[in-house]
């Protein structure tokens, strides 16, 4: 069966998603760092293919430079933004970014005025076509980073690779149309569905709920529960013996407290520390442990959330939004 032009371009989005998205969670999770190179080397292909869309769809100029306007938005995260200081001073990258800013700001506004006449709320209804609904829908991938930056800047999205991952989304994944959602037809037949890089964040997030029972049962089949107080650790870390905590991405919940008759005894807390240890301070926290005679601790796994944003790329192409699947089940349509 021949695949139509719109079914080899989302296809083709799934494959770059799951590369790029691959990679990154893999990188994040060996080293707790993506370096930017990895994001201008794979926006590369998403910019590609979303202008091969606008280009089947017919876009004109305003709303390819409103597509502009959103990576120009979005490169600040991996770039930086230039300054008056910097481009008074002639540096000539700074100069052409501001250059790139200014006339994508212009084709915003001139496409904002070209399509006033058109009702954002009759391009999300499905009551509006042509060009005029494909401006507001480019342009809805804007705030899309915008929120995505902001919720970063103000540590709810905690780790610069998880911002910049979601804004790469939002720029491959503009919308669902090209989408092969293969399983459900809830999000095409949705009043309102969440933008495909919220989605994929909500996918991802529902993920985090299998992890206590997950640890649950590793540490209640490796033996680790061994009296009622290991059931209070086991759905959220585990045990390693103490040499290896270096060498893994942990937080340590193992320490050593004193008692009023001068004793030592072990202390297991309950969550991990609101403040990352310096490596001095795990080694010397450590070398306590070890002078008591310690070799098994608990700790608390450093889970980046592009290890679990990986893996929900599989349901959300398979179901499509989260929300659209729920929302009919509370009896809210």
Not at 191 to 213: D, R
Request: glycine fraction near 6%; aromatic fraction near 10%.
């Amino acid at each position: 069966m021949s695949l139509t032009e719109i079914e080899i371009l989302g296809w083709s989005r799934i494959a770059t998603l799951l590369l790029g998205m691959g990679w990154a969670a893999w990188m994040d999770h060996k080293e707790r760092r993506v370096k930017n190179e990895h994001w201008l080397v794979w926006v590369k292909p998403a910019l590609f293919l979303w202008t091969l869309e606008l280009m089947y769809l017919g876009a004109d100029w305003t709303i390819y430079l409103t597509a502009s306007a959103a990576v120009a938005y979005a490169s600040g995260a991996v770039l930086g933004r230039p300054t008056l200081s910097d481009i008074k001073a002639g540096s000539r990258m700074d100069q052409t970014v501001a250059v790139w800013y200014f006339v994508s700001l212009c084709g915003l506004i001139f496409g904002a005025v070209q399509y006033q006449s058109v009702n954002p709320l009759d391009v999300v209804l499905g009551n509006e076509a042509g060009l005029g609904a494909l401006w507001w829908s480019t342009f809805a991938v804007l705030p899309i980073i915008i929120l995505i930056d902001v919720a970063w800047r103000l540590r709810m999205l905690h780790g610069g690779a998880d911002a910049k991952a979601l804004m790469w989304v939002a720029m491959l994944l503009p919308n669902w149309s090209t989408v092969p959602l293969t399983l459900s037809s809830a999000t095409s037949d949705a009043l309102f569905a969440l933008p495909p890089a919220f989605a994929l964040l909500m996918w991802g997030g529902l993920s985090f709920l299998l992890i206590p029972f997950i640890l649950l049962l590793l540490n209640v089949s490796r033996g680790h529960v061994g009296k009622v107080s290991d059931l209070l650790l086991a759905w959220h870390a585990s045990q390693l013996p103490r040499s290896e905590v270096m060498n893994r991405h942990v937080w340590l919940l193992t320490t050593l407290v004193e008692k009023p008759d001068g004793s030592v005894e072990v202390y297991q807390r309950k969550r991990a520390p609101r403040k990352t240890p310096t490596d001095e301070q795990l080694r010397a926290a450590l070398m306590e442990l070890e002078e008591a005679g310690v070799e098994q601790v608990w700790v608390s796994q450093k889970l980046p959330l592009l290890v679990f944003l990986f893996p929900a790329i599989i349901p959300m192409i398979l179901l499509g939004d989260p929300m659209a699947i729920i929302m009919p089940m509370l009896g809210l349509e």
